[in-house]
Structure formats: structure tokens, C-alpha cells
């Protein structure tokens, strides 16, 4: 695959330390195409296609000198537009904030400045990071890349659709119960959230902070793990431990959730689960808490902390906020201090028995989507599908999760897993999420945008 708008973060970076491809010419590839693509898909709320050329220039610069910045520097990649750049608008894809100016960057965004990466624009997001795909907000909702009638995930639904469409490498998304990890399923690439608190939130616009998190979706794991290794607050080599394969790793499978995915996505899972025991790792059966329980926590949390963010907001100007929007924050009202206490507590049990698994595995395996993708403007099961996941379990514990493309239903849409491990042992959870990439049967096929 030699067009550059398909390389991953990883092979530009390669590309340009070789001279075989220039930072300028690979932004003038991913402008055209966003050019020609973003009308019907609707990833960026703000492109900055003078700003990125401008940059990419400087980049060009460096590594002909043989100083870059890093890895990275010269490679193109988007903010959900929950992130702060400075002078640009942080808009939450909301009406309440379409004036509102960043005067500083975020923490991530200055350390992609730092390391050189050209930023292309803003990206689309669920309002607030957690409405839903909402057609009554000033920009319209992002458009899944393999079929444009579907949900692209959410809340971070436009940095997955960019990434997926050759519009950017890599993008910087967050995950409340999930943001990343469902875009980055439902549009057929990976997604990391690291554990809580590895990577500063420091100039993102919060929805809960007790769960929220800060990650990149990509097209590889390498890409996840150099990404990774620039953001973390505790530096690691990540990319080193890729190659040490499968063998030696035990993998605890959660059953209780495998049995209630959809039959196509069962399929797929147990295919990937073959393939990681042929490949070396050992394979057990595990159980986590009810899902229904879990999710219910998370939801309590999540509804008390994103009320006293927007509560003034939702008094005076109500009928500015989506409906979808509202109607998932309002609960948030009428829940008292004894009711977030108590899911405190839960919270905590949670967290135990969750570290009592990990002292037999070294990784969970779960599903991350339990159904196919559904049509964007069907309501119900879009709230059906938002409770079919497995992903709110890992904001609740903190713990870190990798999503990664398995397979495609009979529709052609993407199907995806998750791998979970130990607080603050990326190294070994992207070691097997690397290892799985490379058993499966290779991905070529590309969404029919072309």
C-alpha cells in the first residue's frame, strides 16, 4: 500500500528519516482527500489547511538536516474538538461553546507540538463528548466511512472516521465509557485507552473526570505504542516489548460476555481467541461482575460529574443543548450525595475483583461492541447498541483497554475486540494486542470511498 494518505504514523516517520516521501507532500495528499471526502463524512468541525502546510514545511526542514523533533515530527493528525489547541475554538460540537477560544494548549497538544506533528484541524465528537450522533447541533454528525447510513461510534466519532478514511494517520480522542474504543471498533481501526491518569487531561474540556481519559485511535498497534510513549506522563519503551510474541502471555477470555454478543461478532471473537492459542498464549476462562451492575455504576458516576460540570448551563439555556444531549445529563439532577457515595463504594469492590483476576492473567479478553454497527438515524438501537459493549467497565476500574479490528459482518462492517491488562503494564498489553494484529489474517481492504 505505497498512496501515503494509508501509511500509518509509524512508516511516515520511517518514510521521511529514509527521504522517500517529504512532510509537505504527504499534508498536500491528506488535504486533497479531506478535500474531497470531508463533504460527505463530516469528520472536522475546523480544518487548518494553511497552518498544516505552513508546518509541514518547517518539518520538512528538520529532517533534511537530520534534526527532527521525533518520531512524528512531520506527521498530520487531528484533536477531537474537545481538546484544546491555542487560538483555536474548543467547541464540544455544542452551540454553548461555538465562540469560545483556547488560550493555551492542552497538556497532549503541546507535546505533539513538541514533537513536530502538523495538527490538520478539529475533529467531530459527540456534543459534550456523550450526547450521541445528534442532527439538531450546529455542525452535523460524522458519517461512518464504510457506510455512510451507519454510526460511526462515539463520543470521539470524528477522529475515527478521519483515521479510517485516509484523512490522518493518527488521531487524539477521549473515553468516558468508552469514546475511543467504540469509534475505533465501529470503523475498523485501533484505539487505546491507557490507564487513568498516564496521560494528562490538562486542557480538555472534562465530562467526568473521575473516568475520563486521553488516547489516540491509529491504524496499528506500533502506531498506539509510539503514540503512547510521547504522551505518557511516566516514560516507557513501549515499542520494544512489541516483537516478544504471544508465548508466555495467559489471557483470561470473560465468558459471561462473549455469551451475549451477536452471533457474527461470537464468530469473529472465537476465531481471534484460536488464533492467539496458536500463536503461543495461554488461554483461560474468566468471569467479571455482572454487566448490567457495572454499567449501572459507571452510569451513576458519570450522570453526578457531568451535572455539576453543566448544571448552570442546563438551568439557564436548556434549549441549547441537543436533546440527546439533555436527556442524558438531566438524570444527573436528581441524584443525591448518598447515591454517588454508594456507587463509590461499589466502585471500589469493583476495582478488587478486577485486580484479583489480573493476579492469574496477564490479559482480559472481551468484545468491545456486542452487535454489528447500526444505522445512524435509528434511534432505538442506537440506545439499544450504546448498552451492548463492554468498554464502561475499564473506565470504571481505570484499567488500561486496546480496541482492534477483527473481521467484518456480512454487511461489511467492522468488528472489533478489547484487550484489557494491569494498571500501567501497557508494555505487555500492547505486546499481545501487536501479537494478535499479526496473526490474523491481514487487513487489506479499505472503506468504498474511492
Known sequence: MTDPVWLSATDLGDAYRKGALSPVAVAQALLARIEKHEPSLNAFIRREMDTALLDARQSEVRWRQGKPLSAIDGV??????????AGQPTTCHSKLRLHHIAAHDAHVTALMRQAGAVLMGKLATHEFALGGPSFDLPFPPARNPWNRDHHPGGSSS???VAVAAGMLPFALGTDTAGSIRNPAGACGIVGLKPTYDLVPRDGVFPLAPSLDHVG????????AALLLEMLAQRPAAYTAHLDKGLAGLRIGVVR????????QVAEALEKAIVALRDAGADICDVELPDLGFLQTVNRVILQAEGWSIHAQDLRNRAGDFAVSTRKRLLPGAFLAAEDLLCAQRLRRRVITSVQELFAGVDILLVPNSFDPICRIDDEAALQHSYARQARAPFNLTGHPAIALPIGFCSKGLPISLQLAGRYHDEASLLRAAYGLERVLPR???LPPLD
Not at 498530520?76 to 489547541?85: E, F, Q, S
Not at 489516540?216 to 502506531?223: E, F, G, I, K, W
Open 256 to 263: 459471561n460476555f462473549l455469551a451475549l454478543c451477536e452471533s
Open 216 to 223: 489516540p485511535l491509529c491504524r496499528s498497534v506500533a502506531d
Open 443 to 445: 487487513q487489506t481492504k
Open 76 to 85: 498530520p493528525y487531528g484533536l477531537k474538538d474537545v481538546i484544546d489547541a
Open 158 to 160: 470524528g477522529a475515527g
